[in-house]
């Protein structure tokens, strides 16, 4: 695959806490210089990111309930209508991995719903913490996904003990709806890396070393 397609998969993401507004202007600049689909930021600063991105292609996307996810739903539902009242695309949601662990499965479910609802004609990726999770927990978090109508079930926040593996895009890719896209994130810091994960299913990757994969050098970033 061709670096500058490649360009066209990546959420170019800044989350860490220390992040400031020049930190997210820089990201917008980057990410229309180089192509990138989406920037991928704390909801506080979406204004930010889409001011500086609305006379261009690039999206804005917003985490919610990061890195988490275990807020009270209705905090995750206000903070998603606010980022898109503010100009997100899209949202990634954590889900409550807790609620999941305890079988609490229509809980989850109506979380995701009430999510997708807020989002309206919005994309909705679920973040899943695989890193977390068994494998059953993994499918039934998957199947939760579907059920609810998500666009997308992403691997993780790049927060937690781990990061994007290619079985665990196989395993996701295997229980969504046809109609669903996979996300990885988490580690994913090279051409190499990012390859392994579209090869796996991968339709979009998230991550802060976007540049050093399109362009094949070197980063010290985590995420």
Request: charged letters at 25%.
């Amino acid at each position: 695959m061709l670096k500058d397609n490649m360009a066209k998969m990546i959420d170019h993401t800044i989350l860490k806490s220390d992040a400031t507004t020049n930190d997210i202007i820089k990201l917008c600049d980057e990410a229309m210089e180089f192509g990138f689909y989406s920037v991928c930021v704390n909801s506080a600063f979406v204004k930010t990111a889409y001011n500086k991105l609305k006379n261009s292609d690039v999206k804005v996307c917003s985490v919610v309930g990061f890195p988490l996810g275990a807020m009270i739903t209705e905090a995750k539902v206000f903070e998603t209508a606010q980022a898109i009242e503010h100009g997100a695309d899209e949202i990634d949601m954590v889900i409550n991995i807790g609620l999941l662990k305890d079988k609490h499965f229509d809980s989850v479910f109506e979380e995701i719903k009430s999510i997708k609802d807020a989002c309206g004609d919005k994309v909705l990726k679920v973040i899943i913490e695989t890193c977390l999770l068994d494998e059953s927990e993994k499918e039934m978090a998957c199947t939760l996904a579907t059920k609810a109508q998500a666009d997308y079930v992403k691997t993780s926040t790049g927060f937690s003990t781990g990061g994007a593996k290619v079985e665990d895009i196989l395993l996701m890719k295997n229980n969504i709806a046809d109609t669903m896209k996979v996300k990885a994130s988490g580690g994913i810091k090279t051409y190499s890396d990012a390859i392994k994960m579209i090869e796996a299913g991968a339709s979009r990757l998230g991550t802060s070393n976007g540049i050093s994969i399109v362009t094949g050098t070197t980063s010290t970033n985590s995420y």
